[in-house]
């Protein structure tokens, strides 16, 4: 039996990660000082990706262990020499080991927010840490609103312009709070990133499966979302902005 591959399902390559979206890892030095790791404590990365940041943590003194569902993802941090493991972080299988878990640009990607947050509160010793940066409400709205028009133009499906969970404060407090977290300090952040690489690599690193909807029309409905982009996102020197938006939150498990 063959097995077919889900053509919505999100594929990373931690090659092209590294050349189009490393300003992920380097943005993260605010969400690194709301965890400030310590010597010797156990710490969980949950998103690790390709391992930069955990290898951050582990330079700490911290004992670190990464999860990601992508085995590229993985490939990459365990070439980094992280014990990193392959694993869903909506399903996680952990069990009152770590002082802190840690995650920073993944969890928008897990739409099952209520099993992400009830497997950190049994993943977490008591007393333990949440310390977590991704995206808030309004995070890229205005790329999502783009490939959300396309897609009507062309009668495709816009359930795949928007696969992200982007909470707002008051939501994302209350889901802690139905786990028993006290939350230490909790803000929605604006975070306009500047494009290196520029939006349509973005667009083609981020939302592949989107664009492949379009089949053979795949460039010409990329070509058509640049341009819907281009008077909001672009400047006059042609440098691209993404209108990001983090939420970035400590909470504590009593
Ligand atoms: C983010 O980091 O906010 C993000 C990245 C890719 C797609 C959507 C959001």
């Keep these: 039996m063959t097995t077919q591959a889900d053509p919505r399902r999100q594929v990373w390559s931690a090659g092209s990660y590294d050349t189009h979206a490393r300003f992920v890892s380097d943005?993260?030095?605010?969400?690194?000082g709301w965890l400030a790791p310590r010597a010797g404590e156990r710490i969980l990365d949950l998103g690790c990706g390709d391992g930069v940041l955990t290898e951050e943590l582990a330079a700490a003194g911290a004992q670190v262990v990464g999860v990601d569902s992508s085995e590229d993802f993985i490939a990459a941090a365990?070439?980094?020499g992280i014990d990193a493991r392959l694993m869903d972080g909506q399903a996680l299988d952990f069990t009152a080991e770590f002082d802190a878990v840690f995650s920073n640009a993944a969890l928008h990607w897990m739409r099952d927010a209520d099993a992400v947050v009830r497997g950190v509160a049994r993943a977490l010793k008591?007393?333990?840490?949440?310390?977590?940066?991704f995206g808030g409400h309004g995070n890229v709205a205005a790329i999502v609103t783009a490939m959300h028009a396309v897609a009507s133009r062309r009668g495709g499906d816009v359930g795949l312009a928007h696969p992200w969970y982007f909470p707002a404060v008051s939501p994302y407090q209350s889901l802690l709070a139905r786990y028993g977290f006290t939350v230490q300090r909790i803000a929605l952040i604006p975070r306009p990133v500047v494009l290196k690489t520029g939006i349509a690599e973005w667009l083609m690193l981020f939302r592949k499966p989107?664009?492949?909807?379009?089949?053979?029309d795949a460039d010409s409905a990329l070509s058509e979302t640049v341009e819907l982009l281009r008077p909001a996102l672009c400047d006059a020197d042609g440098h691209?902005?993404?209108d990001y938006v983090r939420l970035r939150v400590e909470a504590v498990k009593p």
């Design 210 to 216: 989107f664009f492949a909807q379009f089949g053979a």
């Design 27 to 32: 943005l993260a030095t605010g969400v690194v």
């Design 126 to 133: 008591p007393g333990g840490r949440f310390v977590a940066e």
């Design 78 to 80: 365990r070439a980094r």
């Design 240 to 242: 691209w902005t993404a």
